[in-house]
C-alpha cells in the first residue's frame, strides 16, 4: 500500500510528493534513522570491537563509508526518484524487530546486528518508497557484509577450509621434490613440522577479497552477469592463493627453517599473496572482457566491417 501526495509530474522539484512533503519526509528518515543509530548504538559498538578483535572482519571498517559513498553516488538520480512513502517497509521492520528480540532473548550477535541493517532498510522503504529504495539497494546489501559470522559457523567453515589449504599445498611440495607428509592440516616436513592453523585457513582472504571483488565490479562493470561472475570468483582465488602461501611457508621453512614461517617473513608473504589474488581478480575480469565485449563495441566494429 502506497501514499501519495501532490502531483507526480513535477519532475524537477522531486516527483511524488510537492517541495514541502519532500522535504518532511527527507527530515523524518533522518530522524528516525538518528533514533536507529541511538538505539542499536550499543550494538554497533561491540561490532566494532569485533572487527578490532578478529582479523577475517577487520574490513568492516570500510563497508560502512563505502556504502555511504555508493549512496551519495547516486545523488542526482535521487532528486528525480519519487518519493511515494509505501506501507512494505512496515515489513522490513517487523524483521527487524523480530531479529533484535531473538538476539537479544539468545544472546546471538548476528542476529542484533542484522537487524540494525533491516531497520535501516525499513525505514528507507517505508519513508521514502520502493522507487527510492531501488536506487539505493546495492548500498543498503552491501553494508550486510560488516557483519560477522557467529562464532558457531566460523568454527564451521573454518576447519573445512583448512583441510583444503593444506591438501592443495601439498601438491606444489611434491612437484618440487620436497619430502612431506600430511595428517590433517599438519604437514610433516623432513626437519620440522608445519601447521596449518586457523588464521592460515583462509577465510580472512575470503572476506576481503570477496568485498573488494563486489567494490571492484561495481566501480569498473556495469554489466550484471560479468559482476556476479567476479564477484562469485573471489571464491576459489582467494582458496587457490591461500593454498599457494602455504606451499611457500612449506618452502621456505623446508630450506631455512621455523623462522621462515613466522615473524615479519610471514607478515609479508601475506601481503604478497593477497595482491596475488587481486592481480588474478584483475586478469579475469580482462579476459571477461576480451571473450564477451560490451554489445555496443561489437555492434560498432561489426557497422565498420
Not at 533522518?30 to 582479523?55: D, E, S, T
Not at 568485498?211 to 564477484?231: C, D, H, M, N, P
Request: net charge positive; aromatic share 10%.
Amino acid at each position: 500500500m502506497t501514499t501519495q501526495v501532490g502531483t507526480p509530474t513535477d519532475v524537477g522539484t522531486g516527483p511524488g510528493l510537492d517541495p514541502a512533503a519532500r522535504r518532511f519526509a527527507i527530515g523524518s528518515t533522518a530522524l528516525c534513522l538518528a533514533i536507529a543509530l541511538g538505539i542499536f548504538a550499543p550494538v554497533l559498538y561491540h561490532m566494532v570491537r569485533h572487527w578490532q578483535a578478529v582479523g577475517e572482519y577487520s574490513h568492516g571498517f570500510l563497508i560502512a563509508p563505502l556504502a555511504i559513498y555508493f549512496a551519495w553516488e547516486q545523488r542526482a538520480v535521487l532528486r528525480r526518484t519519487r518519493i511515494e512513502p509505501s506501507w512494505w517497509g512496515l515489513g522490513l521492520l517487523a524483521l527487524g524487530v523480530a531479529a533484535l528480540a531473538v538476539g537479544r532473548l539468545g544472546v546471538e550477535l548476528m542476529a542484533m546486528r542484522t537487524a540494525f541493517l533491516l531497520t535501516l532498510n525499513g525505514l528507507v522503504l517505508l519513508l521514502l518508497g520502493p522507487a527510492v529504495y531501488r536506487v539505493l539497494i546495492f548500498p543498503l546489501l552491501f553494508s550486510f557484509l560488516m557483519v560477522p559470522l557467529p562464532q558457531s559457523l566460523q568454527n564451521t567453515i573454518t576447519f573445512p577450509m583448512q583441510l583444503i589449504a593444506t591438501d592443495l599445498a601439498m601438491h606444489p611440495l611434491y612437484w618440487l621434490h620436497i619430502p612431506a607428509l600430511r595428517e590433517g592440516n599438519i604437514i610433516h616436513l623432513s626437519q620440522s613440522t608445519l601447521l596449518v592453523a586457523e588464521a592460515c585457513s583462509g577465510l580472512r582472504s575470503v572476506m576481503a577479497l570477496g568485498t573488494l571483488g563486489v567494490v571492484f565490479a561495481y566501480f569498473f562493470r556495469r554489466s550484471w552477469a560479468k559482476r556476479a561472475i567476479i564477484v562469485l570468483s573471489t571464491l576459489p582465488i582467494a582458496i587457490l592463493v591461500n593454498a599457494f602461501r602455504v606451499a611457500l611457508t612449506g618452502l621456505l621453512t623446508h630450506h631455512w627453517g621455523k623462522e621462515a614461517a613466522e615473524g615479519l617473513i610471514h607478515t609479508t608473504e601475506g601481503f604478497f599473496t593477497f595482491g596475488l589474488a587481486f592481480a588474478l581478480l584483475l586478469a579475469e575480469a580482462t579476459l571477461i572482457d576480451r571473450i564477451w565485449p560490451r554489445r555496443g563495441l561489437a555492434a560498432s566494429k561489426e557497422a565498420k566491417a
